[in-house]
């Protein structure tokens, strides 16, 4: 059974870093796009960025140049490197895994990040 768990959440002051990880099972991984998303009370889920298994990225315009997306094929993990983090960061993040050839995705359970001071 597929399962992505997520890791690295938490509290952390304006312009500080946290790393997110994704740590993914049941799944054969090098054949699913990897992404995160975050979802804000009110508002829509939206993708934040997303890595394929050759590791072409893409961002969100919001986190350019702040936050960096990796993965270890090996291990089934992927990463979300956060840097000069701001309040309107603050939000939970889902982890997920596209199939690149059919309409299956998976879902983590999410993981709380705060930015406040």
């Known amino acids: 059974q597929a399962q992505l768990v997520e890791s690295g959440g938490g509290l952390v002051q304006p312009g500080g870093s946290l790393r997110l990880s994704c740590a993914a099972s049941?799944?054969?991984?090098?054949?699913?796009?990897m992404a995160w998303y975050r979802q804000s009370p009110g508002k829509q889920r939206e993708l934040v960025a997303g890595i394929t298994s050759g590791g072409g990225t893409n961002y969100a315009d919001s986190v350019k140049g702040r936050f960096t997306i990796s993965r270890d094929n090996a291990k089934g993990t992927v990463y979300l490197q956060m840097n000069n983090l701001k309040p309107e960061d603050t939000a939970v993040y889902y982890c997920?895994?596209?199939?690149?050839?059919?309409?299956?995705?998976?879902w983590g359970q999410g993981a709380q990040v705060t930015v406040s001071s």
């Open positions: 997920n895994a596209q199939h690149i050839a059919t309409i299956i995705q998976y």
């Open positions: 049941g799944i054969t991984f090098n054949f699913y796009i």
